[in-house]
Structure formats: structure tokens, C-alpha cells
């Protein structure tokens, strides 16, 4: 166990006993989009084990077509926010501090599928990730409410006693869709280059901030990586990074959490640093790293139906020893092993659990 991964921290109007947190990890548990007692009990069972901040699986927003999957859970709806304030206090009671990831899928949602099968898929343009255009691009007004009903979800948030809140701007979904240049061909506001196309979701920012107020930390969650594509990269040097993550500093983010297969990997040539690493040297900001932490296998492999094996956490301690990044996000080992966090403080290392993929739909 090392102390460096124990320490307090402190963002905004949120305190964290240590520096884990939990992953968002989608599961569609939540028939009719409602988080029930057992979607409580996940995280609660998390939260009295030691994990300093529980980020939720992605909780959909308003927006007609912004889940393809019924059983995702909604963050609307008196219903659904019923069940989200149930987390919330589950959590609470056990000690832990949570914030729900708002998201939208965009034009991963095919037409006729989700909670609402008639509605319209939303996107930046109307083009899918093969470049093909399939519907009309969406006016103003529309994108407008796409931005707007992350700001309603995030006034909900605040409402129901949330800690933080993060926006999920990652992995080929509907902000990722915006910043892509493959999938973004809007022409006017939020089109053009990377730094307008950024604007987007710096929109976003700013109107969840006004919902939500000035003690609750907004967190931004981005890849280059999209699920379309792998090998998928918005800013192809630390130059470029910096001016895109410029547009959320400015929009008042304050958090980056920076998504990448595996935490350990290099972003730039010439340079040992970590995606999370440049951002937090680029911008001055906290970052949240991630990548298959405690396992020898990355994700995509496992929902091939590849296993994995618990592995060191020596290069995780050397990283944020020398303060690379401020936080750690755990998935797939937590997911298995809701005490893993426990474990790792009590140095019970080789009570760690293989990640059996083949488990995952059973796992609370």
C-alpha cells in the first residue's frame, strides 16, 4: 500500500478521503430507465468499502433518443430521480460521495431503438462515423435543448444532495460526436475547427454551472479514442491539447477525466506522461487517470470475453507519487470485487480477485 494513493483531496466544494474513485460503468440494470433498491446497493457496497468518490454509470438525459438501451437509468422524471435520491442516501449513510455521469448517446443510438423507438436520433450533423450522411442536420433550436438538458439534469443533481457532477464527453457519444471531426460537418456555430467544434460542450459547462451553482465540482469526461474508432485522436500534440482543453478551463470545468485503455501508456512521444498527465500539466487542473488499473487486460479484450488477472500497482504508487495526476478511476476490478479498495489499504494484495468477463451481467 502506498500513502500516495491515501491522501485527502479537496476540489471546490468536494472533500475525498483518498484518491479511488469508481469508474462509471454502464450495466442496464434499471428496468424502465429506474434505478431500483439493488442499483442503491451496488454503490452503497462501494462507498462503505473505502472509495473515496463514486462516479455513477452514465444516467441519460431528457432528450427523446439520448438512450438505445430501455434499461439504461434516466436522470429525469419523478419516477427515476426517486430512485437516484434512494443512491444518494444509500451512499451517504455508508460514508461515501457520489456524482451522477450525465450522458447522451447521440448517433450510437440506432433509429427505433431505446425507451422511445419514434424519436429522432440526435447528432452534430446528421453523419455517422463512416462519414455517410443519413439524416438532415439537426437546426439550432435543437441543439440548443441537446445542451439544455444537461443543465436540467445537472439542477437535478443538485437537488437530490449529489456531491459532483460529471458530463460525459468521451467515447464516440453525442459531445464526442461534436468535438470528431469525422462525424461533426455542422457549418456555423459548434462546426468548424476542433476549437469551435470544443465549444459545444464548453456550452454545456457553462449551463450546468449556472444550475448547479458555485460549491459543486463539474467534471468532464473525454478520449481521444472513440468506440468507432480506436486509433481515433483529437489533438495530435501537446499544443493542440492545450488549446482544446483551454475551452472547458474557460467555461469553468474543474475536473478533466482523462480516458485511455490503459493508465500506464504514454501520450505523447518524448515524454513518459499519461493523457491525465498532460492535462493536468497543460491546464493547472486536477485530473482523474483510468485505464485497466489493477488488471493486465484492457476492457475492449474483456468484452471479447477475454479474462483478466490482478496486477501491480507499483507504477500506479511511482505515478502519483511524483503528483501526475490527482485521482485514480477503478472499473472493472471494483466492479468484480467491491472490497478491492479495502484490499489495497490493507495490503491484501494477493486476496485479489481475477475479472471473469463472462460474470459481468450478474454483478451487483
Not at 502506498?2 to 485527502?8: D, Y
Not at 462546426?191 to 467534471?219: H, T
Request: with cysteine.
Amino acid at each position: 500500500m502506498s500513502s500516495s494513493v491515501f491522501r485527502p483531496f479537496t476540489c471546490r466544494g468536494l472533500t475525498l478521503p483518498n484518491r479511488f474513485v469508481m469508474a462509471p460503468m454502464t450495466r442496464s440494470m434499471s428496468p424502465d430507465g429506474l434505478p431500483g433498491e439493488n442499483v442503491a446497493e451496488y454503490y452503497a457496497r462501494r462507498a462503505a468499502a473505502n472509495v473515496g468518490l463514486i462516479i455513477t454509470e452514465g444516467t441519460v438525459t431528457d432528450r427523446p433518443g439520448s438512450a438505445n438501451d430501455p434499461k439504461y437509468p434516466s436522470f429525469h422524471g419523478e419516477a427515476a430521480l426517486k430512485g437516484w435520491k434512494n443512491v444518494v442516501d444509500k451512499v451517504h449513510a455508508a460514508g461515501g460521495k457520489i456524482a451522477p455521469q450525465l450522458w447522451h448517446v447521440g448517433m450510437v443510438r440506432k433509429p427505433g431503438t431505446g425507451p422511445n423507438p419514434e424519436a429522432k436520433s440526435d447528432s452534430p450533423s446528421g453523419v455517422t462515423h463512416t462519414g455517410k450522411s443519413v439524416m438532415d442536420p439537426p437546426s439550432d433550436e435543437e441543439v440548443a435543448d441537446m445542451i439544455s438538458s444537461y443543465a436540467r439534469s445537472a439542477k437535478s443533481a443538485k437537488e437530490l444532495g449529489f456531491d459532483a457532477i460529471e458530463i460525459h464527453g468521451a467515447h464516440g457519444y453525442l459531445i464526442d460526436q461534436f468535438f470528431w471531426d469525422v462525424m461533426n460537418k455542422r457549418e456555423g456555430k459548434y462546426g468548424g475547427d476542433l476549437l469551435d467544434r470544443a465549444e459545444f460542450a464548453g456550452d454545456v459547462i457553462r449551463e450546468c454551472r449556472k444550475a448547479i451553482g458555485e460549491d459543486m465540482p463539474i467534471i468532464l469526461r473525454w478520449s481521444q479514442w472513440k468506440q468507432q474508432e480506436y486509433s481515433a485522436r483529437l489533438a495530435e500534440t501537446p499544443q493542440e491539447m492545450e488549446a482544446f482543453l483551454k475551452v472547458f478551463v474557460d467555461a469553468g470545468v474543474d475536473m478533466l477525466h482523462c480516458s485511455q485503455r490503459r493508465f500506464w501508456e504514454p501520450e505523447f512521444e518524448g515524454s513518459d506522461l499519461n493523457l491525465a498527465g498532460w492535462a493536468k500539466k497543460l491546464t493547472g487542473l486536477p485530473t482523474i487517470s483510468v485505464g485497466s488499473v489493477g488488471l493486465n487486460g484492457d476492457f475492449i479484450k474483456a468484452f471479447a470475453g477475454e479474462s483478466s488477472q490482478p496486477a501491480s500497482l507499483d507504477r500506479l504508487y511511482d505515478m502519483m507519487e511524483r503528483d501526475e495526476f490527482d485521482l485514480i478511476a477503478v472499473g472493472r476490478a471494483l466492479l468484480q470485487d467491491p472490497e478491492w479498495v479495502t484490499k489495497v489499504k490493507e495490503g491484501r494484495m494477493d486476496e485479489m480477485k481475477d475479472y471473469d468477463s463472462k460474470a459481468l451481467a450478474t454483478l451487483y
